[in-house]
């Protein structure tokens, strides 16, 4: 009894500080590979339903940059634009280009499917994770 009272506990712990990369797993890998090189990507678009994670970060740091001098501003500006286009993917809103849309679609909206900590935690790991990695 007092393990299952510890581990449930534990559990609720986990949910307010969510692991971007975790949701990253649950909620994004089915249709963003994590990582592949960009000649790979040409040669098998046929095989995938999205754009792999680490193009979806350079993408978005190519075209979200103020002048600001501090990077901070750039990640900062990135996560709110994650966070929103999660819930609220549009075509209007999206940096992909158009030849990707027409092959992909749109992206699904994960309204009520992902909670604000969960957002928060992927947008995150999505800019950080490939801090230095090119595509
Ligand atoms: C059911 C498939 C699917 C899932 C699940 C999914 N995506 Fe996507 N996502 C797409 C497709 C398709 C695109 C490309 C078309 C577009 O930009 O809307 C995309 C594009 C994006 C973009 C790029 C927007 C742009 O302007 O270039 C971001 C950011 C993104 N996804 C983040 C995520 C995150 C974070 C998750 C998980 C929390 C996730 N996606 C889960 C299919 C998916």
């Known amino acids: 009894m007092k393990k299952l009272l510890l581990s449930s506990l534990l559990l609720t712990a986990s949910v307010f500080a969510a692991d971007g990369y975790e ?27 999205a754009p792999p994670m680490v193009e979806v970060s350079a993408r978005l740091k190519e075209n979200i940059k103020t002048t600001d001098e501090e990077e901070d ?6 996560i709110l634009f994650v966070k929103d286009y999660i819930v609220n993917p549009q075509l209007d809103n999206s940096m992909c280009n158009s030849g990707a849309i027409e092959k992909f679609g749109t992206m699904p909206s994960l309204k009520g499917k ?3 900590d969960e957002k928060q935690a992927v947008a995150e790991w999505l800019y950080d994770r490939y801090e230095n990695t090119k595509f």
């Open 114 to 116: 992902i909670n604000d």
């Open 23 to 49: 949701v990253y797993k649950n909620k994004c890998q089915a249709c963003h590979t994590e990582m592949m090189t960009a000649e790979y990507a040409l040669s098998h678009l046929n095989e995938l339903v």
């Open 73 to 78: 501003v750039d990640r900062y500006l990135f």
